[in-house]
């Protein structure tokens, strides 16, 4: 060994740099893998929001099949309650679709398709005369209702407007009258030595507190304004229907319900029958187009992520508002 040669390490000398290094070198690593991680993880989330946003500008499976479509029957749906802001039971979502369905030239006939336990009056008063107005405005063009499983109260209030009415056999149809109720725990708070404290401005602010005791003006009251509601009912069922009402049956606006088959034989339904029979056999147009009216994908995206959430990404492309 030369005098210039270093001296041999000892076994008990520390291996700290060496240690040092493999640190450095696993620390890179595992930043490396999680950088990957995340670079994944926002690749796929943008990926996800293009996909939704593309989905978004995509015409509805109703938009394309009108397009080029020949001569069809046109399809509206009223689902479910009919009240405001309800989707394919609102007045406005009914409305739109039906206008679109008879202003296509292509249209040789209309079905609107229900099924309705009913709801509100004013959203249905305001469907009826709209079918009443497109009716005078396109008298070439019919609309039948066609029910599924109910068509009741409110739905009813409806269909009565359409120029003939079919059903299965088993449906259920008519309740033709007008209903409010509430409940009334004025005995239970007297249980539980709860005391009702209600302040008011006006002698029938607290109308219909169900805390307080019935007041038998307010309930005389009630009924009568019930009672005119359910007039307006029996006066719209009585120009849709005319002649075609069974007379002088006392049950035909108590409220009651009959199947498809015992609705015939009241004038309160015209025949049997499907949506695809109609259009196939009283129309005579088998192709149908569906024009119900139904949200666009980034409003749903909206609803279920949250406005907020969606429009701030839409900002960052440019989009004002949800369409």
């Known amino acids: ?9 000892s076994d008990h000398e520390p291996q700290w740099d060496r240690e040092i290094l493999q640190r450095l070198a696993f620390a890179a690593l595992t930043e490396q893998r999680h950088a990957r991680r995340w670079g994944i993880f926002f690749k796929s989330l943008w990926l996800l929001f293009l996909f939704a946003l593309l989905l978004a500008v995509w015409p509805g499976q109703s938009e394309r099949e009108g397009i080029d479509s020949g001569r069809h029957t046109a399809l509206v749906d009223l689902k479910g309650v009919i009240a405001d802001g309800s989707g394919s039971g609102s007045a406005d979502t009914v409305i739109t679709g039906l206008r679109k369905a008879f202003n296509d030239k292509d249209t040789a006939g209309v079905i609107l398709r229900i099924n309705s336990p009913g709801g509100s009056p004013v ?22 209702t066609v029910v599924s499983d109910i068509c009741a109260s409110g739905g009813y209030y409806v269909a009565a407007a359409t120029d003939k009415i079919y059903a299965n056999r088993a449906s259920i149809v008519g309740s033709i009258g007008v209903l409010m109720n509430g409940f009334g725990f004025v005995g239970t708070l007297q249980k539980l ?15 219909l507190d169900p805390f307080s005791p019935e007041n038998p003006q307010e309930v005389t009251y009630l009924k009568k304004m019930l009672e005119d509601i359910h007039q307006q009912f029996i006066a719209a069922v009585k120009e849709g ?46 192709t149908i187009v569906d024009y119900t009216q139904r949200p666009r994908y980034f409003e749903r995206l909206a609803a279920t992520l949250g406005s907020s959430m969606v429009n701030s990404f839409g900002s960052l492309l440019g989009i004002d508002r949800l369409q």
């Open 1 to 9: 060994m030369s005098e210039n040669s270093p001296p041999p390490a």
């Open 123 to 144: 959203q249905a008063g305001e469907i009826y005369d709209a079918i009443r107005r497109l009716r005078k405005e396109h008298p070439k063009t019919p609309i039948y």
């Open 193 to 207: 030595g709860v005391q009702r404290r209600l302040f008011t401005a006006g002698a029938h602010k607290g109308f």
């Open 241 to 286: 229907r005319g002649a075609r009402l069974k007379k002088n049956d006392p049950d035909l606006f108590s409220g009651l319900v009959w199947t498809g088959d015992q609705a015939v034989s009241l004038g309160l339904v015209d025949g049997l029958g499907s949506a695809r029979y109609v259009a196939r056999d009283v129309i005579g147009a088998p």
